[in-house]
C-alpha cells in the first residue's frame, strides 16, 4: 500500500509514535502478541436480581480459579487447604477477618498465602504480555507485584532479595492490602472477558448490585433481554414500560431495588392505591420467597399498589397500541370489550369469564383513559425514574456496553431468539413502510432503541423509540421476547388457563434445527462451519431431560435458572459458559445458599461440567477479533515506518 494515500490519517498516527524507534517497537510488541493463546471468555445469562449468586459465580469465574489452583499446586496442598486458598482469591478481606480471629500466627499466615498467591498470578498470567499484566496491577504495588512475579527461582542470589520483599511487606504493615491487591489481579486474569447475555433486572432483589458490579468490572459487554429493555424505556421516560417494571417489582415483593437500589418514591401510588383499592384479591399478593417474608399489613399495601399499577399499566399499554399500528398489536386491546353486568371479557373474538369485576377506576365509555388522579400518580413516577442518578447511571451503562446482538471471536451472542414463521423463513416486521426480517430487523430495533437514549431533544424520534422499546418487551416479532402474546391481564383476571397461554415463537421449538442455525449464522454473516451461537431467554428444562447444547453443537442455550423463581423448574441453578484457548466448557450450578455460607463455611459450590466442547487446534490471539485489530494496527504502523523512511513524515526526537 502506498503510504502518500494516507498522509493525513499517518501524521495522527505520529503523534502516538514520533519516529522510527517507536513504530518498530511497537510492531515487534504486536506481532509477539498475535502469538499468545487467546484469553478467556466468561459467559453468563438471565441473572435476574440475584446478585449474591451472581457474585459468586463472578469470583470463582466458573471454576476457572479452582482449575487454576489445581495446576499450579496440584499435590502439594490437601483438597481442605485449597478450598480455603479458592476462598481467600474470592473474599479475601472476609477471610483474613476470620482467620485473624482464631488465634493464628498471621505473620507466618501473611507469608505463606502471599507465596502462594504469586505462584497462583503467575499461572493466570501465563497467557499475556508483561505489558497487559501491568495494566491490571494496583499503582501502590505494581513494582513490588512485578518484581515477585518474574522471580529467578533458580537463583540463589536472589532468594533472599525476594523474602526481603515479602517480609518488608509484612513488616510495615501493608500484607492485607497487598493481599487484596493480587486477589484482585487474579480475578482480572483468569477472564479476559465478560458477556451477559441478557436479563439483569427482575425478579430478585439486587439488579442494581449487579450493575455496579458490572460497571467495576475491567471488560464487559451485555445483551439486552427483554426485561432489561423496560428499565431502560423506564429510566427514559415511558410510562408502558415503568408500569410493567413497577408492576413485575411488586408481583415479586421486590422493593430493594426499586426504593432502596434506585430511590424511587412510592409514596404517591401507596397512597392512591389505599384510596382506589380498599379491598384486592389475594392474586395480588406478592410470590412467596425463602429470602422475604411480609407483615399482613405489608403484604395488604403491595396488594393494592400491584393492581393500581396494573390497571395503569393495561390503559397506557391500549394508548400505545393505538398510536402505532405498525405494531399490529390490537389483539391486545380488550379493555374496551369488558361486560361488568355479565362479567365477561372478548379477547381475540372469545368471550372469557372474569373472575372479578372491581375495577374502579375503568371508564367504561373512555376505557383506556387515566383518570386525573392516576395521571397525577403516573407523572410523578415518571419523574422520580427519569430523576435517579443511579438508575440513569445504570441506562447510560447499559447503552455504552449493551446491544441487542454481538457477533465476537465466532459467537453471535442474543438473548432470546430469531423471530420466524412455521415454514422456518425468517419472520418480517413492516415499520414505516418498510419492511425487516433476520439480521436486519436486529438492526432496525436497536437503532430505534437507541434514538429513544440518543435524540433526547426530538420528541417525535424519542416517543417513538420509548414505544418501540416496549414493543421489544412483549411483541411478536421482539428479538428479545419472541412469542405470540404476553397474557398479563388473562392470569389475573380470567380462571380459564387456556386464555393464560404465550404460545412460543417456532424458534424455540426448532432450535436443534442444523439447517435453521446455519441460515441464521450466514444471515449474520458468519461461518457456520466455525461458528455458534449463545444465548439464554427459556429456562432450560433439565428435569424433564432437555440439553442446553444443540443443533449439532452450534448451539449454547445457557439459562438454566439462575433465578431462585425457576429452581423447581431447571432442578439446578443456572449454566455458565466458559471459553477459552484450547475450547468450551459448559457448567451447571447448584442452587446457591448465601455469600455468608461460601465465606464462613467454604460452599464454594464448584459447578459441574455438562459439556465440553474442544478446538481442533488452539487458538491463538491472532485468530480472534482482536488478532484481526491487531493486524490492522500493524499494517497501519508499516505503513508510517515507510512514510518515515521516505521522508514524508519528519520522525520527533
Not at 404460545?503 to 435453521?516: G, H, K, P, Q, W
Request: glycine share 6%; with cysteine.
Amino acid at each position: 500500500m502506498n503510504s502518500e494515500k494516507y498522509i493525513n490519517y499517518l501524521k495522527l498516527l505520529s503523534k502516538q509514535y514520533p519516529n522510527i524507534d517507536a513504530v518498530c517497537t511497537e510492531i515487534i510488541n504486536l506481532r509477539a502478541i498475535l502469538s499468545l493463546p487467546k484469553g478467556t471468555e466468561h459467559f453468563l445469562t438471565d441473572l435476574h436480581g440475584e446478585y449474591e449468586a451472581f457474585t459468586h459465580v463472578l469470583r470463582n469465574a466458573s471454576g476457572v480459579i479452582k482449575r487454576k489452583i489445581d495446576e499450579a499446586f496440584g499435590n502439594t496442598m490437601t483438597e481442605t487447604e485449597k478450598k480455603t486458598f479458592a476462598t481467600l482469591v474470592y473474599y479475601p478481606e472476609q477471610k483474613i477477618d476470620i482467620i485473624s480471629s482464631t488465634g493464628e500466627d498471621m505473620n507466618s499466615w501473611f507469608k505463606t498465602s502471599i507465596y502462594r498467591l504469586i505462584i497462583l498470578t503467575r499461572v493466570a498470567s501465563y497467557k499475556y504480555t508483561r505489558s497487559k499484566v501491568r495494566k491490571t496491577l494496583p499503582k501502590n504495588f505494581a513494582y513490588i507485584i512485578e518484581e515477585l512475579l518474574h522471580e529467578k527461582e533458580t537463583l540463589s542470589s536472589k532468594q533472599e532479595y525476594y523474602n526481603q520483599i515479602i517480609e518488608s511487606i509484612i513488616k510495615v504493615g501493608k500484607a492485607e492490602e497487598f493481599i487484596y491487591a493480587l486477589c484482585g489481579v487474579i480475578r482480572k486474569l483468569v477472564v479476559d472477558r465478560l458477556h451477559i447475555v441478557g436479563d439483569i433486572f427482575d425478579r430478585g432483589p439486587g439488579a442494581h448490585i449487579i450493575l455496579d458490579e458490572l460497571m467495576n468490572h475491567h471488560s464487559v459487554d451485555i445483551q439486552w433481554g427483554n426485561h432489561d429493555i423496560i428499565w431502560m424505556g423506564a429510566a427514559l421516560g415511558s410510562e408502558a414500560c415503568l408500569a410493567n417494571a413497577l408492576r413485575i417489582s411488586l408481583r415479586y415483593g421486590n422493593m430493594e431495588t426499586i426504593e432502596e437500589g434506585y430511590g424511587i418514591n412510592l409514596l404517591p401510588l401507596a397512597t392512591f392505591a389505599m384510596e382506589n383499592y380498599p379491598e384486592v384479591s389475594d392474586k395480588f399478593q406478592p410470590r412467596k420467597s425463602a429470602d422475604r417474608e411480609w407483615t399482613e399489613k405489608e403484604t395488604d399495601l403491595i396488594k393494592k399498589m400491584h393492581k393500581a399499577i396494573a390497571m395503569i399499566q393495561f390503559k397506557v399499554e391500549g394508548q400505545l397500541i393505538m398510536r402505532n399500528p405498525d405494531f399490529k398489536m390490537e389483539h391486545r386491546l380488550f379493555l374496551d370489550t369488558i361486560d361488568l353486568e355479565g362479567k365477561t371479557v372478548t379477547i381475540e373474538g372469545k368471550v372469557y369469564e372474569l373472575n372479578e369485576t372491581d375495577f374502579p377506576t375503568l371508564d367504561p365509555e373512555n376505557p383506556y383513559a387515566l383518570t386525573e388522579d392516576e395521571q397525577i400518580v403516573l407523572d410523578k413516577l415518571v419523574k422520580s425514574f427519569e430523576n435517579s442518578d443511579k438508575l440513569q447511571k445504570h441506562t447510560d451503562f447499559l447503552f455504552r456496553k449493551g446491544s441487542i446482538y454481538l457477533r465476537f471471536n465466532d459467537n453471535l451472542l442474543y438473548h432470546a431468539g430469531m423471530p420466524i414463521n412455521d415454514d422456518k423463513s425468517f419472520k418480517e416486521f413492516t415499520l414505516n413502510n418498510q419492511t425487516y426480517s433476520g439480521k436486519n430487523l436486529f438492526d432496525i430495533v436497536e437503532a430505534h432503541a437507541r434514538q429513544a437514549y440518543y435524540h433526547k431533544k426530538d420528541p417525535v424520534k424519542k416517543r417513538f423509540g420509548l414505544d418501540l422499546m416496549w414493543y421489544l418487551w412483549n411483541g411478536e416479532c421482539s428479538p428479545l421476547f419472541a412469542k405470540k402474546k404476553m397474557t398479563t391481564f388473562e392470569r389475573y383476571f380470567i380462571d380459564d388457563k387456556s386464555s393464560h397461554s404465550e404460545m412460543a415463537n417456532a424458534y424455540f421449538s426448532n432450535r436443534d434445527d442444523e439447517n435453521l442455525i446455519n441460515r441464521i449464522l450466514e444471515d449474520f454473516e458468519m461461518d457456520p462451519k466455525s461458528s455458534n451461537i449463545i444465548s439464554g431467554h427459556v429456562p432450560v428444562k433439565t428435569l424433564k431431560g432437555e440439553h442446553p447444547v444443540k443443533a449439532g453443537d452450534k448451539m449454547f442455550v445457557i439459562d438454566g435458572g439462575f433465578s431462585k423463581a425457576y429452581h423447581e423448574t431447571t432442578g439446578i441453578a443456572g449454566y455458565t459458559l466458559t471459553y477459552n484457548s484450547r475450547g468450551m466448557i459448559l457448567v451447571s450450578h447448584e442452587p446457591f445458599e448465601s455469600l455468608q455460607k461460601a465465606i464462613y463455611e467454604e460452599k464454594d459450590s464448584i459447578p459441574n461440567t455438562v459439556y465440553i466442547k474442544e478446538n481442533k487446534k488452539r487458538i491463538f490471539v491472532n485468530d480472534t477479533d482482536v488478532g484481526s485489530e491487531l493486524r490492522s494496527s500493524i499494517e497501519s504502523l508499516h505503513l508510517l515506518l515507510d512514510a518515515y523512511r521516505k521522508g514524508y513524515i519528519k520522525e520527533k526526537r
